[in-house]
């Protein structure tokens, strides 16, 4: 058990590594340190900020269709990986009549309110509730996966950002004063392969030693049975 749990910390690990001693995503108006041939933008200078929507309920009509709608409970098992299918799904009609988008793969999803800190890159065209913010980046200056791990590396900080007395939300006012430190675009693709490679191996070294120990668990049952001539 000991060892799943450090297993689980591997990611963080991982990524404290990767955006070391500064915090990778801040606000506007607050001083911040970086690293050499790193330089903070204003997040939207780099990639145009989408909100999300749901289209009404009121309308059955508007759903069951095929354009994925990415919501709360999907973004948890999404986490840090990319989106091809959700749990509900709107149409056209959805679409047009609501003021959801329809966003084009690529485009980095962060919860902001809940789940908040949870992050996925859409890896096919989908629209999203409102408890997302959405980044679509310029390809020329911002890298999405690289913009998914900041946002995972900055997970801690990005749950502080939030207010209320209920339920948690990073309100559009805040979101709009992002600011990513992140060095130029050829070097935030190595930086961003490398992460994917390295959290991948974290996450097959966790599923590992859950099976391992799933298998464990019921011995002393077996050996309890084989002793007493049980079946």
Request: hydrophobic share 40%; proline share 6%; glycine share 6%.
């Amino acid at each position: 058990m000991a060892q799943v749990e450090l297993a689980a910390m591997l990611p963080e690990k991982v990524l404290s590594e990767a955006f070391p001693n500064f915090v990778r995503i801040g606000i506007q108006g607050t001083k911040r340190s970086q690293m050499a041939g790193w330089n903070w933008h204003v997040l939207t200078s780099v990639a145009r900020l989408e909100s999300g929507h749901t289209p009404s309920r009121r309308h059955p009509e508007w759903w069951a269709g095929k354009i994925p709608w990415l919501a709360l409970p999907d973004i948890r098992k999404l986490h840090g990986k990319f989106a091809y299918e959700t749990t509900e799904y709107t149409n056209d009609a959805g679409i047009a009549n609501s003021s959801a988008r329809l966003l084009p793969v690529g485009t980095v999803c962060l919860c902001r309110d809940a789940s908040i800190g949870f992050v996925t890159i859409l890896g096919k065209p989908m629209a999203t509730s409102q408890h997302f913010c959405n980044w679509i980046c310029d390809p020329e200056k911002l890298d999405p996966e690289f913009l998914m791990y900041a946002f995972m590396a900055a997970h801690d900080y990005l749950r502080e950002l939030g207010s209320g007395s209920v339920i948690k939300t990073i309100y559009m006012q805040t979101i709009e004063s992002f600011q990513i430190c992140a060095p130029e675009i050829a070097e935030q693709r190595r930086i961003a392969c490398t992460l994917r490679e390295r959290l991948a191996a974290a996450e097959s070294i966790t599923a590992g030693l859950k099976a391992r120990l799933a298998d464990i668990d019921p011995l002393p049952q077996r050996l309890l049975a084989s002793a007493f001539g049980q079946s």
